[in-house]
Each structure stands twice: as structure tokens, then as C-alpha cells.
């Protein structure tokens, strides 16, 4: 079946360490996302991109990093410059043709002590 | 940018009531798409609806972009349907979206 895998679900980190979350995905999309969820809140845009090797920043980028080497691989570096990294982290796709359904991976949960 | 009212914030469900969730929206949109969170956190898309109507079994969502609302209905309500709904909107061809912060329903038994 065709989908988003985001891993890992849960990651415990210390402060001051970077960290990189995966997202993969074969559902052959062109466009990736990356979210961000605080407890009671809606979602964020974090980076995103429409093609390989090329991504733009969304609204809350700093502190994070991203790459797009292969059409269905997008991982986020969360870096020690981002002073509120302890989130729930999305990853989505979807085709670019036009706009087109948004679709999301599960999931992961970053705790930073 | 644009911004995304929800409404209401909250709303607790006997089984097998209906309601009627909405979505504002500040400026013009060529993208409006309504998500289920459950509580696990899963979120899966309900409807891609920049305008028009579409139905889904028990759910229906309604567009009007001329004056920037949208409505999730959803009928005969089941503990299943529990969870936060999300509007999300947006413009240009990005794919980009702003979401609302989302309607917290709760059914019970």
C-alpha cells in the first residue's frame, strides 16, 4: 500500500543535540511537507519542497534544516538553535499538479530535556 | 497572510446527533481542505474543497469561496467521528496551507 512513514514515533533528545526525524514516502509526489503540531494548536509549515534538490522555508524555519536528494525522501534536522524543539512533527505529500489532496504521515513525537 | 477561523472551538455529541462545523477565511483561497486528528494523532484528509459540495457518507462539506466560509456536516454522529477537525486553506500553487486551530468534538455514547 502506498503511504507516508514517518520514524522514528518517539524520540527523546537532550538539549543542545541535533536531531534528524525521516520521512519517506511512495506515493510517487512531487511536493513534501513538513509540519509542526504544539499541544491545543493547529499545524505549522516548517519547510517545504516541490522537487529535488530544491525547498523553500515556511513560516517557522529557523532552527531547522532540511534536504531533498530523492523524490520520496524529505528529513528534517531539528538543530540546537531551535530553542522550542519539543513537538509533534508531520510529514506530507502530495502531487503538484494543480493543488491536490494533502496527505500525512503518522507522526513523530520529539520530547528535548 | 491569510487567516483561518474555526468554529465552535469545542462541542461535545450524543451519539447519533448531528452538527455543523465552519470555517472562515480572510481572503481568497484556491485550496480548502478538511482533516480528521484522531486521538492518536493520525490525521487524515475528509475533503479537498476549494468550492462546490462534495459527500462522503455520513460527512458533507460545503464551500462558498465568494464569501469565504466553508461547513463540515456531519450526520448520525459515532464515537469514531471524536477527535479535532482542521480546516486548512490556501492560495497560489504551492500546495502550501494555513490551518485553523481546529474544532475539538467529542461524542459520546
Known amino acids: 500500500d502506498g503511504g507516508i512513514t514517518q520514524s522514528p514515533k518517539y524520540l527523546f533528545r537532550k538539549e543542545g543535540q541535533n536531531v534528524t526525524l525521516s520521512c519517506e514516502q511512495n506515493?510517487?509526489?512531487?511536493?513534501m511537507y513538513w509540519y509542526r503540531q504544539d499541544p491545543g494548536q493547529g499545524l505549522r509549515l516548517i519547510y517545504y519542497s516541490q522537487i529535488v534538490n530544491d525547498f523553500q522555508k515556511g513560516d517557522i524555519a529557523e532552527g531547522y534544516s532540511v534536504s531533498r536528494e530523492k523524490k520520496e525522501s524529505f528529513p528534517l534536522t531539528v538543530t540546537s538553535a531551535q530553542k522550542n524543539p519539543t513537538a509533534f512533527y508531520l510529514c506530507?505529500?502530495?502531487?503538484?499538479?494543480?493543488?491536490?489532496?494533502?496527505?500525512f504521515g503518522n507522526g513523530t513525537r520529539l520530547t528535548v530535556t | 497572510g491569510i487567516q483561518v477561523e474555526q468554529s465552535p472551538p469545542d462541542l461535545i455529541l450524543q451519539e447519533g446527533a448531528n452538527s455543523t462545523l465552519r470555517c472562515n477565511f480572510s481572503?481568497?483561497?484556491?485550496?480548502l481542505q478538511w482533516f480528521h486528528q484522531n486521538p492518536w494523532g493520525q490525521l487524515i484528509n475528509l475533503f479537498y474543497?476549494?468550492?462546490g459540495t462534495k459527500q462522503n457518507g455520513r460527512l458533507s462539506a460545503t464551500t462558498v469561496a465568494t464569501e469565504r466560509y466553508s461547513l463540515l456536516y456531519i450526520s448520525s454522529s459515532q464515537t469514531t467521528d471524536s477527535g479535532v477537525y482542521f480546516c486548512a486553506v490556501g492560495g497560489g500553487n504551492t500546495g502550501k496551507l494555513i490551518f485553523g486551530q481546529g474544532t475539538t468534538l467529542q461524542v459520546k455514547p
Open positions: 506530507a505529500s502530495s502531487r503538484l499538479t494543480g493543488n491536490s489532496p494533502l496527505h
Open positions: 481572503d481568497s483561497v484556491n485550496n
Open positions: 474543497i476549494p468550492s
Open positions: 506515493l510517487n509526489h512531487d511536493a
